[in-house]
């Protein structure tokens, strides 16, 4: 297997709250490589903020604690790093945008200024030269004005200005992966359109790997790579884009692209919900967390837990259902490798 | 026709000498058992147009029907007991909608509990009817809103409205807080209810495709008036205001090949402030095909077939 | 082929048979909490907070069930014993009644001496006659040839100079009067009594110093007064019986500290629950009618909230002493509640007006008005529930500066007067004994300290456990 640039291996995040532990994250296992997209996808609780937060190091401990797995960034080791460490690690070599940039963002202090501190604080140059190079990446990020725009204050920008200064601070070190939680979930069509192009235009010119939290498929569609699908904790699918949207292997990610409406069909498919909620990970199901809400549900899949199963020999197209089982029966709309040879 | 609005306006004072435009000169008409979206960013008034309509605001100026009854200008409690039964309204935020310290019980019974004509019992089997009726169980009734996920909670909002079996609905942004799965269910059970009671609604979102997916009629909302307005499919599939155009645009989908064959076109520019909003085309510093006269002028809605309407200097 | 790269089981073909799942669906597998249930439950996990509340639990049996408990009166004065540090009951020593003592006069001895001299010895054979008791001390020595007069002095300590023999007692005014009778507040405890010989009027620099070790005394009838023992019983004159237990000792008028403790909580905690308790509910009325109606009602209460802040408190205090006719060194209970319910009131009500704006907003109000909730309907079902939890912890912190505001007055000798009690008092009172006597100060400070802390702290764990964004749906 070549190195990767990112690999996580069996991460397990936990959360002590008055009932007992949740399980927040259970076994993820995903690799990025320079200057892909991966997506992580899913709905609100299924761990995928969680996943990338303990990967910086900013999960709240307690009540989280990472009980398992390891993450090796270039095959250095970066879970539990000493504070002091893990602060040089953010930012330098892994930069972060969040979906509320205002609550990232000192509200007390110029944009400009955010901007040179991270610059002077990891790179070691002087606040001239760090204001200089500040005012550089605001216009990069095609922030109009850059100049003048270093000198305000947060609450002067709008909500799509101010994800572009987060933008800009992120690259202040050339980081070489960017995670970005959800970066647009908060603002409107049109901007969302302009922030999403001016990350694909800064991953190209950088060479840089993103990491996508998202729930909406149609940011994915737009963006990834690469997908990993999460539900309860646990990448339930993953592949690339064309094999998850195209060769969809498990129902979940079915269901997903089903709950959504289709823009191209002038005759309206139904609408076909998800029933039903996720499961509590405070007491995760034994088998498949997905058997609940499942319209596949198999004998076997509620007492035991479905296996990785693959589809190519570089492993990078897996799903874990059993319904790509040998012996599963064939659902049309599922892409089951072997099945449709035997049809 | 059920609904009616003429220049319905809503205006905020902000301060001396500022005046924030929120709604300006609204003219709608919805038909019975009709569902019409209105879509539109994030300020562009849509939520205080139907909290204006509902008479949650005071409107500042405009008139509006409810089956050619006028509405009364100011909402007094007896006002909005005595149309209760006629206009509900389904919130956006699913955590602060619900309040917190009452039982599931008491918050989908509120209603009937407010008008007084029901026993404690008959409010219990009315609570647990709808319960089952929206999807939940039963026997949750006890318990308490923050006990619930945000789409269970949605739905519990949609009980209390539902409740009392009003005509007509103002959903407000109902899905944008839930997830993709889970909106799904919420338009599902909002379809069931408009076929099973012949429910009226007014669908209030910022997602073009779920606007699209659910409403009969669409109009579309940039800065306080109407960009455009027409049957949901037409003006998706056939835009003519150049800024629904761009709005579509700009709307990703959930296909990879079709996002990569995407034109990366993004409009220029963000919404500007509805403060102090003086004569022009709201639209005409983000418009790529601006003329001369949309900085001056206000265009007019313009009637570009029976059912559809373009407020564009374009189509003079 | 799908290929698994970890497999433990082999499922069977059964295993694949279609199977039905309606049940779990929209299941709740968290047991169920409401927000006062909540709110306990991580109130109970604040150890600090409990501690605390256990403490304010304990401050209010002491307070109201303490008297009945201790039923000593705590304007009753132990004059045997003054000052009393906290001890187990003492042994006093039955004597009898005080009988006037004509002293000691040496007839054959010259009143004045025939000639003035420079220098006389030093008294010899200075004793003690009779038992010493703290009920008297009498001393008598051998006259001294060549003086006119005797001073006598003592000192708590073994003097080393002649300007260290410590409080003049007094002494005579004849050479051949050779005796003296010390009743000054005595203690049990050593005392140094100096006999100084004088020329009728300076002194000499002579002197000759006894240790003296009083034993405390009551008398008999005294012992009866005050129901130490029975009338009947067969005590007599010399045997022990056991003086009043003071726990937590007696002040300087000889009154039990726990039972004037108890006293004044009563004060303090009146005034530090009834004052809260009145300008938080009038601050809840304000804020909540300027917050719900808002606009320029809001404004004009809310300017006017802002004027009363401005006025100086201790003036406001000190004008209403005059207005109600109290002079100096009369209780001013009634104004000093007055005073800070007055003033007190518009942090509350600015706090109300805040959440009720915040709460007015909230979808659920707006439901509730298009369900036709009438105004009151909204305020009871809605908005107090709501804003509970703010008001709770606002009157917990309001509790301890009311009680140091009471403390802060009656120390300056603005709240409560003499002999009432109160903590604050107290403390003025044992201030001037501090450093001989020590706890008649830090008894009732430790009591405002503790009180003070308890209630903060109760406060601190209340604003966690109620607040709704550690309420996170976790």
Redesign the interface.
Known sequence: MTEHLLQVTDLEVEFSTYGGDVKAVRGVSFHVDPGETLAIVG???CGKSVTVQSLMGIIPMPPGRITGGSALLRGKEILGLPPRQANRFRGVEVGMIFQDPMTSLNPTMTIGDQISETLMVHRNVSYREASRRAVELLERTRIPEAKNRARQYPFEF?G??LQRAMIAQSLACSPSILIADEPTTAL???????I??LM?ELKRAENMSIILIT????????M?DRVAVMYAGQIVESGT??EI?YESAHPYTL??????????E?R?K??????G??PDLFDPPKGCSYYARCPFAMQVCKPKMPPRFTFDSDHSHYARCWLQHDDAPHEERLFQQGKRDVD | MLIKTRNLTKHFPMGIGQTLHAVDGISIEIDENEIMGLVG??GSGKSTFG?TL???LQRTSGDAWFRGEALPHKFT??D???Y?RE???I???PY????????VLD?IG??LF??GRHTRAQIRDQVAMWLERV???AD?M???P???????RQRI?IA??MI?EPKFVVCDEPISAL???????V??LLNDLKQSMGLTMLFIA?D???V??VSDKMSVMYLGALAESGPS?EV??DPQHPYTR??IE??????????RG?P?A??RG??TSPVNIGAGCRFADRCPSVMDRCRTETPADISISDTRKVACHLFD | MAEATTDPYLPTATDFSPAVTEESI???A?P????WQDAWRRLKKNTRAIISLYIIVGLALFTLAGPLVWQVDPALQDLNQISQPPALPRDAVVVETYARWPGVVIEDFPIEPDEYVDSVPAPENVRVVEAPSTQRVRLVWDPVTGAGGYNVYRNQRAPHSINDLGLPLGGTMAGNEVSFEDRLSLEQRVYYYSVVPTDGFDEFDTWTTIEVTPLLSITRADAVARGLIAEDSEVSDGDKIKLEFHPLGTDYLGRDMLARLMEGARISLFIGICAPFLYVLFGILYGGFAGYFGGQFDQLLMRFADFVVALPFLLFMILFKIAFGIGPGESGIIPMLIALVLLGWPATARLVRGQVLQIRE???I??????????H?LVI??II??TMGVILVTLTFSVPTAIFTEAFLSFIGMGVAPPTPSWGSMCNEGVKTMLSHPHELVFPAMFISITVLAFNLLGDGLTEALD?RM?S?E
């Open positions: 709905e609100s609780g709008s799509g200005m409107d069509v049109t901007i969302q359109s302009q999403l192009e694909s729930h909406d498929l149609a940011v994915v569609a737009r990834a884009v064309d949207f269901g997903l692209k089903d709950a959504m409406p289709s823009n191209r002038q309206d139904n609408l076909m919900p998800i029933l909620s996720p | 960013e994030s909290k509902t008479g949650l409690a007896e909005h007991l005595k209760s206009m509900q309204m919130f956006q935020d602060s909608s619900l309040n917190p310290r009452m039982t918050v509120e209603g407010i008008q999807g939940l169980n949750h006890s318990r308490y923050h006990e619930f996920s945000g789409g269970q909002g209390r409205a009392i997830d993709v799965s889970v909106q799904a269910q338009i599902n910022h073009l495709s779920m699209r997916y499919n998706f599939f761009l709005l700009a709307n990703p989908e959930p296909d990879p090949r079709i996002e995407r990366f993004p409009i963000e919404i | 929209e299941q709740l968290r169920s909490l409401s927000y909230q979808g659920y707006q439901a509730a008005r298009l369900l036709g909730g009438k105004h309907y079902r809605h529930p709501n709704s309420r749906r």
